[in-house]
């Protein structure tokens, strides 16, 4: 009698793990909602904001400081924008058109639920589950203008309404996530 009944469990234990996926081709259950934070032009647990004011954000940067208490704030000109950074994130605008506000928001490291060093295929597996589609290609000349030149960089390109979300990747690896308009 015994014997039947852990049969019997272990079946229904063997079921409920069956039970457990999503066949109904809905997006997958992602812990954060790619498309949702594109749309508000931001990266998740960032405050920048796609067309938010350039001095907000140059506030926001010199608030980040190291183990002396110094600002890690530091600004760049590259190309026609400006890039504004604190080591960790870069905010970008067009050097010449201050007034429209940010045009990209550059985080290194996890974003939008996806860690650093995530490769390339997981990740876009990932996302296609979530019912998107990637452009995989190289990274075009002048486009990572916020990162040091020299690396070759793939990227995972997304378009979701009027944003582009790219997902920057440094021998198949996560180095980056961009949104920008």
Request: hydrophobic fraction near 35%; charge should be negative.
């Amino acid at each position: 009698m015994k014997k039947i009944v852990s049969l019997i469990l272990c079946i229904i234990f063997a079921f409920s793990f069956t039970a457990c996926g999503d066949d109904s081709g809905e997006k997958s259950n992602h812990s954060v909602d790619v498309e949702y934070y594109a749309k508000l032009g931001q990266i998740n647990g960032l405050e920048y904001k796609l067309g938010g004011s350039v001095e907000d954000a140059k506030e926001l940067l010199n608030k980040t400081t190291d183990d002396h208490g110094e600002s890690n704030y530091f600004d760049y000109e590259s190309g026609d924008y400006t890039v504004m950074t604190d080591g960790s994130v870069c905010v970008c605008y067009k050097t010449d058109d201050e007034s429209a506000g940010i045009t990209h928001i550059v985080k290194y490291g996890d974003a939008y639920g996806f860690t650093i060093g995530a490769v390339s295929t997981q990740l876009r597996d990932t996302m296609t589950n979530m019912g998107y589609t990637a452009t995989e290609r190289e990274a075009k000349k002048g486009e990572l203008f916020f990162l040091p030149a020299g690396a070759s960089m793939t990227v995972l390109e997304y378009k979701i309404e009027n944003r582009t979300v790219l997902f920057v990747f440094q021998e198949h690896a996560l180095s980056a996530a961009v949104i920008s308009k």
